[in-house]
């Protein structure tokens, strides 16, 4: 084996975030809506507010992060309870910077995603690459999960722009989101656009779709929601996203050689 091929496969190893699959789509859009019920459960259920929501969940964010990278290989749960962090910090940093800074949902989309897309020309810059499949070092995984948090506040602040602000409504916003990322889909099947860019974009979509589904289980009837316990929504959702990990196997994503 020559030391490039030995290369490849240490990398591959060492990869700790899964394979694309529909099982990971799966899973991060039932965990996106979890990051809605979940955020507003501890923020309004609880009454501690959006500030001190988002520093609870900031801190989970950072010390799940920490121990996904020092992890040694991937670990399914590690992984999906670091994604729920970041939706769920992503839930209530949206929420505070859209309401209680007073920039609107239109300013908090815009600067959320003008964030994103430093993150991800920072990391192409310092990389070479943002492809998931590049993602096997510490600087590599920090900037995927910093690139990751921004996009999860983005898509809570997409969605509560298109569901209120433009008037559409929770079903209508899933709807429009829902509609978007079977496009995305049909181009990686059927075009030869990025795969990066594609995931990227899916990523990004799937969060808004998350937000807008959350916010219909929980929001009162008046609202056009159903008024679902925030608590029962967030734990049914938490039990599905368990059960998938279990019986629904996923394996690491293999480095592109």
Known sequence: MNSATMKSTTQATLSKVPQVTFVFWLIKI????LGETGGDAVSMSMNLGYLVGTAIFAAVFVAAVYVQIVAKQFHPVIYWVTIIASTTVGTTLADYADRSLGIGYTGGATLLAGLVALSLFAWHRTLGSVSI???????AEMFYWLTIMFSQTLGTALGDWTADTAGIGYM????????LLALVAAAYFWTKLSHTLLFWAAFILTRPLGAVVGDFLDKPIAKGGLELSRY??????????????????????????
Do not use: E, N, Y
């Open 172 to 179: 209508g916003a899933a709807l429009i989101f829902g509609s």
């Open 30 to 33: 039932a965990a996106t809506t």
């Open 232 to 257: 029962t929504a967030s734990f049914v959702l938490l039990a599905f996203i368990a059960a998938c990990i279990v019986f629904l196997p996923q394996r690491a994503a293999s480095k592109a050689h």
């Open 133 to 139: 499949d590049t993602v096997v070092t510490p600087k």
